[in-house]
């Protein structure tokens, strides 16, 4: 089992930059595939990025693609999601997800096993 915490999330300027963290417990965490998703208010969760157990391989959503940039080191049982030139329409809470087996293209919410509590991201106009 793995737990999940993020943080880094925050209020900034359209065109702004911020980068979320998201610590995992556990001595396997190597071995989950991880995701980001978000979900605004009165919307469905959406997928932004995932990334497979090593890091080669990620996918990223085409509304975020150019953005934002999914990261892991697991070294440090962390992964990140680098989010440059930040819109308004970014504005949700950010969340993290793992899931149990290898892979990157993992783009539904059912596909996950663990969630982080999620972190607030507001960009203003």
């Known amino acids: 089992q793995v737990q999940l915490v993020e943080s880094g999330g925050g209020l900034v300027q359209a065109g702004g930059s911020l980068r979320l963290s998201c610590a995992a417990s556990?001595?396997?965490?190597?071995?989950?595939?991880m995701g980001w998703f978000r979900q605004a208010p009165g919307k469905e969760r959406e997928f932004v990025a995932s990334i497979n157990w090593s890091g080669e391989h990620t996918y990223t959503a085409d509304s975020v693609k150019g953005r934002f940039t999914i990261s892991r080191d697991n070294a440090k049982n962390t992964v990140y999601l680098q989010m440059n030139s930040l819109k308004p329409e970014d504005t949700a809470v950010y969340y993290c997800a793992a899931v149990s087996r290898d892979g990157y293209y993992y783009t539904k919410v059912y596909e996950y096993d663990y969630w982080g509590q999620g972190t607030q991201v507001t960009v203003s106009s």
């Open positions: 556990g001595r396997t965490f190597s071995r989950y595939a």
